[in-house]
């Protein structure tokens, strides 16, 4: 049962508009998500995190909207940069104080200059 | 600044071989993951490690094993390695603070079994 879901497994945007990247989730006991952002042949890195009593929550170019009722996320990156072609995953805890996460299929974003 | 390692960054082996995948983190955190990613998979838990010489079993633990004999290393044992087992292997580590503390990853071992 993937519980935290990405459908779109890849995206094209231009220098300068926006992109949007998405991310569903099926536990209503999720109370918190963070997106993380890989480049090839590296780790992913921490990018922005959003608590679930929060909707939206900004940081720089990034801001994450938090939509409860849908149980869904949305990552918006603006202006988008040729830089931030990379893959983004979502991750939300396991339920428990374990530290684990779980994480989405993945997004691969490709800005073009 | 944090830094997780791991031994190789590409490593070919045979099939039926026992394969060993190490990582060391700097930081003195307590948790340390191992992942695989799969195209159209993300990344998924193989095993976690919560202290020296604990360990929990991930999503897909079949056919891996762990060690964790000093807080700073995780290891993760491919007892007889599979094609199946060809994928991206990324660790992890974590402080055991709290369920939001951030995990910092490794470079990844992209190993391929033939």
């Known amino acids: 049962d993937q519980q935290v879901k990405q459908n779109s497994p890849s995206l094209s945007v231009q220098e300068g508009r926006i992109s949007i990247l998405n991310c569903d989730y099926t536990?209503?006991?999720?109370?918190?998500f963070l997106w993380y952002k890989k480049y090839p042949a590296e780790g992913p890195t921490f990018l922005i995190s959003?608590?679930?009593?929060?909707d939206k929550n900004e940081d720089g170019r990034f801001t994450v909207f938090l939509n409860k009722s849908a149980k869904h996320l949305s990552l918006h990156i603006v202006p988008s940069q040729p830089g931030d072609s990379a893959v983004y995953f979502c991750?939300?805890?396991?339920?428990?104080?374990?530290?684990?996460?779980?994480f989405g299929q993945g997004t691969t974003l490709q800005v073009k200059p | 600044d944090v830094k997780v390692t791991q031994s190789s960054r590409y490593l070919v082996k045979r099939t039926g071989e026992k394969v060993f995948l190490e990582c060391v983190q700097d930081?003195?955190?307590?948790?340390m993951f191992w992942y695989r990613q799969d195209p159209g998979l993300g990344l998924r838990l193989i095993y976690f490690?919560?202290?020296?010489?604990?360990?929990e079993k991930g999503d897909i633990p079949e056919g891996y094993s762990v060690s964790r004999e000093k807080k700073e290393r995780f290891s993760l044992i491919l007892e007889s390695a599979s094609t199946n087992q060809t994928s991206m292997y990324l660790c992890?580590?974590?402080?055991?603070?709290?369920?939001?503390?951030?995990?910092?990853f490794g470079p990844g071992t992209r190993l391929t079994v033939l």
């Open positions: 992890a580590s974590s402080l055991r603070s709290g369920l939001r503390d951030t995990q910092y």
């Open positions: 536990n209503s006991m999720f109370d918190y």
């Open positions: 959003i608590s679930s009593i929060k």
């Open positions: 991750a939300a805890p396991y339920s428990g104080n374990t530290g684990k996460l779980i």
């Open positions: 930081m003195d955190h307590e948790n």
């Open positions: 490690s919560y202290d020296v010489k604990m360990k």
